[in-house]
Nanobody, 124 residues
Framework: QVQLVESGGGLVQAGDSLRLSCAAS????????MAWFRQAPEKEREFVAG????????YYADSVKSRFTISRDDVKNTLFLQMNSLKPDDTALYYC?????????????????WGQGTQVTVSS
């Protein structure tokens, strides 16, 4: 099992940047494929970005491609999401998720463990 704790959210203005972190504890972090999802009020949880176990292959939702960067530090057992050029549409609760699968899934069903989320609010 792995426990996930997100941090780094906040209230920012459009065009600003934020860096989210997800600290993992428990089982070996490098054993997991990792991802970020987000959920806006009255909307379904959606895939934002994912990264393979090796960290060599990132995947992004079209809506964040070229603005967000996912990365992982297996020594520090931490997943990151660098978010640049933020837009009001990026406002959501952001979740970190871990999967025992070898590939990055874009659906919530592909993930076994979830954090509690960190709120990101972008004002116009």
């Amino acid at each position: 099992q792995v426990q996930l704790v997100e941090s780094g959210g906040g209230l920012v203005q459009a065009g600003d940047s934020l860096r989210l972190s997800c600290a993992a504890s428990g089982r070996t972090f490098s054993d997991y494929t990792m991802a970020w999802f987000r959920q806006a009020p009255e909307k379904e949880r959606e895939f934002v970005a994912g990264i393979s176990r090796s960290g060599n292959t990132p995947y992004y939702a079209d809506s964040v491609k070229s603005r967000f960067t996912i990365s992982r530090d297996d020594v520090k057992n931490t997943l990151f999401l660098q978010m640049n050029s933020l837009k009001p549409d990026d406002t959501a609760l952001y979740y970190c998720a871990a999967s025992t699968k070898f590939t990055v899934w874009r659906t919530i069903s592909g993930y076994d463990y979830w954090g509690q989320g960190t709120q990101v609010t972008v004002s116009s």
